[in-house]
């Protein structure tokens, strides 16, 4: 009897602890997760609670959102936040649709875009986009050098070209931190290839059938991530040239290895 009374004492207590923890810790944006007072009076497709645009920014944005939407039919609206949200009021107030797209910024998490997408642009714009245009402007690193005016901006600026030519499965532009890694895994194919060209056997110049058995292996890392990622991106010839040259000497460079080797062992 005296077991069960501590028992139920424990479960009590634990109870408590949980309530005080989850009231202790919950956010003050729930009591505004639908509140149309913080809305504007007048009609603009740019409410910028977190102040994180310049008026000049602000009011140059509206309008080409506006003219944007004339033009197109897309309807592209910008919200900003940090303590403070209208939340849901803002479907009613902007008349959101299936031809809507809503860009949330919000410094307050790690990544500070998000996206609300209308089904119709789904179909030109898959959700691989999505993700890869909130990776590449909303994260820590592209919001500290470029700020978080730039990452709404220019995030902006691919959806809208998107959208005039008729879709895209990946976000316009190849950023330097991206060709980067196209090209060191083009050199890396480049030398898995030359190291399986070497000759293995007297008076053999290429080894051309280790080669083809490596070939799925260089291929995949200098085809798929190393061409394809900069074809894909943008229509500049200089990337692809450095990934090409990139590729031909990491090759050169592990096919002669072993003459370098020997000459050094030579001069010993």
Same mark, same amino acid.
Not at 52 to 72: D, G, K, M, P, Y
């Given at each position: ?109 790690? /990544? @500070?875009?998000? +996206?609300?997408? =209308?089904?119709? &642009?789904?179909? *030109?714009? #898959? ?115 450095? /990934? @090409?040259?990139? +590729?031909?000497? =990491?090759?050169? &460079?592990?096919? *002669?290895? #072993? ?10």
């Amino acid at each position: 009897m005296q077991h069960c009374f501590w028992r139920r004492i424990l479960v009590f207590c634990a109870v408590f602890l949980l309530t005080g923890s989850i009231w202790a810790t919950h956010s003050p944006r729930a009591y505004a997760y639908d509140n149309p007072d913080l809305l504007p009076d007048i009609p603009t497709p740019v409410i910028d609670l977190a102040k994180s645009l310049t008026i000049v920014q602000e009011e140059n944005l509206a309008q080409e959102l506006e003219r944007f939407e004339a033009e197109t039919g897309w309807k592209l609206r910008v919200l900003t936040q940090y303590d403070r949200t209208p939340g849901r009021a803002v479907k009613d107030f902007w008349g959101l649709d299936d031809k809507s797209v809503l860009l949330v910024a919000d410094a307050s998490g790690g /990544n @500070i875009l998000n +996206f609300n997408v =209308g089904d119709a &642009v789904y179909k *030109l714009l #898959p959700r691989t986009f999505w993700v890869e245009l909130q990776t590449r402007f909303g994260n820590l690193y592209f919001v500290r050098e470029q700020g978080e005016d730039q990452a709404i901006l220019q995030s902006l600026e691919s959806i809208e070209t998107c959208l005039r030519q008729g879709g895209c499965r990946v976000v316009p532009g190849l950023p330097r931190e991206q060709w980067i890694l196209t090209l060191v895994t083009s050199v890396i194919g480049g030398v898995i290839c030359g190291f399986a060209a070497q000759p293995r056997r007297e008076g053999q110049i290429l080894a051309w059938q280790w080669a083809l058995i490596f070939s799925p292996l260089w291929g995949i890392l200098f085809i798929a991530f190393g061409i394809g990622p900069v074809v894909s991106r943008t229509s500049e010839w200089l990337p692809l040239i450095r /990934n @090409i040259s990139g +590729f031909l000497i =990491g090759a050169l &460079v592990a096919y *002669l290895s #072993p003459v370098f080797s020997r000459s050094s062992a030579s001069e010993t």
